[in-house]
């Protein structure tokens, strides 16, 4: 068996000696033989391919613990782990670069010059559709919280709901000014543990897109593929981007909008809240909110089987955000109701010295 000594085997595998000895010591790259004597470690030229392995390994951030999972598994097994592990990256650097969007509008913010008070008349609706046996979204509009959470596994109902509940709580609370960042961060920690208690099992979750209304902005937290378009002057953006394997192929060039509607992973989450999940990085986004805005908040129910063009025609004939969810899941039904379908619609209005729900 041919021998590299430590230094000839570390220029061949751009490993330096220092690395080599620390992954002798981990057990990950064992050196082929060392000398009683010296204590010098030889490695063999066969154990160059998985030496260089470990050093691209090592460049893409992987941890050492992972990769020496990796390097135990096929060539098969290895790039599926490894394609898993950097979807988990792109999903955590997508969520930080929301983050310091968000920071960079929330110490860019100068209030609205005009006294002009605004509040929100919403609702929401929810509906099992025509396939599953019961439904486990949840959806709650109120004076300052919207959201919608779309639940799955055997819990996926008590989570959904834990999820919203731990916010519907600020309803009844003033919001102090300056700490939407804070107030948010908040909300998602609560929103995770409660969670965590209400379905405990790993494979047990929810997703949860949610706003709180400021009196004049919106605060935005979003975790998953649930959605939140806002219409205004008649064009319909959306204000979400799903957190799924399928979007993240398409933010990559390897899939198009189109190929994605029948993808097999289409609703395989990159995050969302779970009882055996790590920390989240969500989504967070501050919205400027002018007269005549309409928020829809939605699970994919709605979003998979009714185009935005149509849930922009829908939204725009509507009244009011009564009419307005009706309409929208009636849509979802009419579509073949594969999923639970859940939305919530808010319009920012001037206040008049009185809320109306309607």
Known sequence: MEMLTIGAFANACRLSPKALRLYDELELLRPARVDPETGYRYYAVAQL???RLVAWLRRIGMPLARIRRVCALDDASAAQEIRSYWARVEAQTAGRRELVAFLVNHLSYTPRKDTAMLELRYSAL?????????NQDTAHA???VLAVADGFGTNGAPASTAAVEALKSLDGEPLPGGSVLNLLE???RGAARAVQDAAPGKDDGTTLTAMVWTGSQLGLVHIGDSRAYLL???ELFRITHDHTMVQSMIDEGRLTPEEAVAHPQRAL????LTGGADS???????????PGDRYLLCSDGLSTVVADEELRRLLGSAPAPDAAVRSLVEAAIDAGGPDNVSCVVADVVEADGGRRLG
């Not at 929810?126 to 019961?134: E, F, H, I, M, Y």
């Open 49 to 51: 391919e998985q030496a």
């Open 126 to 134: 929810s509906d099992t559709g025509l396939v599953r046996p019961a």
């Open 142 to 144: 109120g004076a300052r």
């Open 186 to 188: 908040d909300a998602v």
């Open 232 to 234: 205004r002057d008649g």
């Open 269 to 272: 989450l990159l995050q969302a």
């Open 280 to 290: 989240v990085v969500p989504d967070l986004r501050l919205c400027d909110a002018l």
